[in-house]
């Protein structure tokens, strides 16, 4: 393994002062990938990030534009600037306070993406108190299980999210999850027009009435750079979801200068990144590397295709964004409805485009480059994940020769590592697992309540280096071509999904015997979920067992999840110990009958030609 340079340090210890700090850091790294993996940077240094988000841009920025806020139908246009959002999130914080939150203390939060969930973060971090927020197309029982996964004390959540038109209750779905959760105290509800709708419990606060003698003062809390910052779930191939914890200073700092470089950020440029602020990418390319360079963004309520595909198209032109930051999936959906949606709209203010969250496929690239782009404007097609806390890997946002779909460069001095199978490191051009050989500041520190887990996921396969569970290949120029995760993680539609956490979902339903999940290729939402089921003997395939695998997964885990291909089986391929062959599972799902390879040591290879005839195509 590589150790670290005495100019990595440097560098770092340069680039905290990107942020304004209580206590300076005089210790910068402090890190090791070796059991027992620690994690540690500038921890010897005080701060408070929503002070690095807000108030220290006041003295010189009150009046500049931190959001630009659009709701659902676009009835609503609002502009939020540095002072407002101080004042609001000092309230909301005060709010917190009142209702017994302290520091350490965790919030989850259940909201749509309006104004209040920046809000919520944002007080929680002044409080020092550690958010959680979970997307809110998780079902209840997701929902439920992270809300007691980190003991949280206080839920906040909205009493309507508005989606293309249509009101979804999800207090109900936070009624329901708290239901059995002793660690809950209360519900704040943020009035998002469906006070009339929600039934109340006596566990409800109501944050209208709270907020009106709420104080738009409050003194921020001074942290250690090692406190929590956040909490965020995410899926692993195996188990529950794993609660990836992330702390305040290097968090910050990372969070601060990836956004500043790879968006090469001016302050005239107006930013809009579509990701909800559940995933990683709103956090860090939503809020606090947003804030903490005093940047204007746009915050979207709705969705891309209402009132129709040419919604986003207009909202660049209406609020003249210069970069544009979304995933591939949205961009494939937008593009089949046709280029006639471009034309009410020209764009001509964009100068970058972005891209996260699975791989970006050529014609998909195109279309972003030559039709929304005009040609234009370079596309950053950014590689990271949820517990790299920030992009690690990324084109030079400058004009030039681009490839399309190539991540491109690590960003500073990190130090992207492919590694065969074995172990030996790949040299040169080739193809292999992705490691980082050395810590960066945006770092997981660990997976909240199981540091045994993180380094058994993160840190066992290849001893001495990160993990991150994606293949990629280097070309001969030095540049990183993500292929995709080498797991049991699927990526749908950007959302990262577990094939073990849907089949024990799919194995609770009546007359199921076994059942094999595994990613298909799909022209939208670049893998689609596919599902091989066995019943038990005598039980017939029927619609309804169908109707009941699906809507147990849309209950149980949320819509994003639901199965796009049921094929029921007499029987499932297995090695000889039992083993259920993935392998050839997804190879007959993505219809690659020619290449199944080595089938004879199946247990039983006669079921491999009944699986192929009940094939469903997707
Ligand atoms: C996984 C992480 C981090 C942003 C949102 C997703 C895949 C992410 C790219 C990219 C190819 C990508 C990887 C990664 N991924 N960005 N530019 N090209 N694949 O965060 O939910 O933690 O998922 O998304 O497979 O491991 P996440």
């Known amino acids: 393994m590589q150790q670290p340079t005495q100019d990595s340090e440097s560098f770092w210890r340069q680039q905290g002062q990107c942020l304004q700090w209580i206590k300076p850091y005089t210790r910068v790294k402090n890190t090791r990938f070796t059991t027992p993996v620690h994690i540690a940077w500038y921890e010897d240094g005080t701060l408070n990030a929503s002070v690095n988000c807000i108030d ?22 609002e502009h939020i600037t540095y002072q407002q959002l101080h004042d609001h999130v000092c309230r909301m914080a005060n709010v917190l306070k009142q209702l017994g939150v302290g520091k350490g203390d965790r919030v989850v939060i259940y909201l749509p993406m309006i104004p209040a969930a920046v809000y919520a973060m944002l007080a929680c971090a002044r409080i ?42 999800i207090k109900a779905a936070v009624d329901t999850a708290v239901a059995d959760v002793s660690s809950v105290e209360a519900v704040l509800v943020v009035d998002n027009g469906g006070a009339d709708r929600i039934t109340p419990t006596p566990r409800d606060q109501f944050y209208t009435r709270l907020s009106q003698q709420a104080s738009s003062h409050c003194a921020p809390t001074e942290m250690q750079a090692e406190d929590p ?33 790879v968006f090469d950020y001016q302050p005239a440029d107006i930013y809009w990144c579509t990701a909800d ?33 040419s919604r986003c198209w207009q909202m660049i032109d209406r609020h003249q964004v210069t970069i544009f930051y979304t995933a591939p999936t949205a961009i ?11 034309v009410s709209s020209t764009r001509q203010s964009l100068r970058l485009l972005g891209s996260v969250g699975e791989p970006i496929n050529t014609d998909a690239w195109q279309w972003y480059h030559d039709k929304v782009g005009l040609g234009q404007c370079p596309i950053v097609d950014t590689w990271w994940q949820t517990e790299t806390g920030g992009i690690l890997i990324s084109p030079p946002p400058v004009q030039g020769k681009q490839k399309p779909g190539a991540a491109a460069k690590p960003l500073f001095d990190l130090q992207p590592v492919l590694l065969h199978t074995d172990g030996t490191v790949i040299e040169g051009a080739g193809t292999g697992n ?10 997981a520190r660990t997976i909240y309540g199981d540091h045994a887990r993180f380094e058994e996921t993160y840190f066992k396969a290849f001893p001495g280096y990160y993990f991150s569970g994606d293949g990629a290949r280097r070309d001969a120029d030095g540049d990183y071509w993500i292929t995709g995760r080498v797991d049991d993680v699927l990526n749908v539609a950007g959302h990262r999904l577990g094939t073990a956490e849907i089949e024990t979902v799919l194995d609770s339903v009546a007359h199921v015997v076994e059942c094999a999940v595994v990613g298909v290729p799909h022209a939208i939402k670049g893998q689609g979920i596919y599902v091989f089921v066995t019943l038990l003997a005598g039980v017939e395939a029927t619609e309804t067992i169908r109707e009941s695998l699906i809507q147990t997964v849309r209950t149980r885990i949320g819509a994003i999840a639901t199965p796009d291909a049921i094929q029921f089986c007499v029987g499932l391929p297995k090695t000889r110990s039992g083993k259920i062959m993935r392998r050839i599972l997804r190879k007959i799902a993505a219809g690659e009958l020619d290449s199944l390879g080595d089938i004879s040591t199946l247990a039983d290879p006669s079921v491999v030609d009944a699986i192929i005839a009940g094939r469903v195509v997707v």
């Open 128 to 169: 020092g108190a550690v958010h959680s927020v979970v997307f809110a197309g998780f079902s209840a029982e997701s929902l439920g299980g992270r809300i007691q996964d980190c003991g949280a004390r206080l839920v906040i959540t909205a009493d309507a999210a508005w989606r293309a038109g249509r009101m979804l209750d």
């Open 277 to 309: 602020v559940g995933w990683i990418t709103g956090h860090t390319y939503g809020v606090y590397g947003v804030l903490a360079n005093a940047a204007t963004a746009v915050l979207f309520e709705g969705v891309p295709t209402y009132p129709d595909a």
């Open 332 to 342: 494939r959906a937008l593009m089949r409805e046709g280029d006639i949606h471009l």
């Open 229 to 261: 910052l956040f909490i965020l779930y995410t899926s692993g191939s195996t188990g529950k979801p794993k609660g990836i914890l992330h702390t305040t200073g290097g968090y910050m700092v990372y969070a601060a200068s990836s956004f500043q470089t």
């Open 434 to 443: 992705l490691c980082l050989a050395d810590s960066w500041p945006g770092q």
């Open 56 to 77: 220290r841009h006041l003295p010189q920025h009150a009046d500049r534009i931190a959001y630009i806020l659009e709701n659902d139908d676009g009835t609503r246009i």
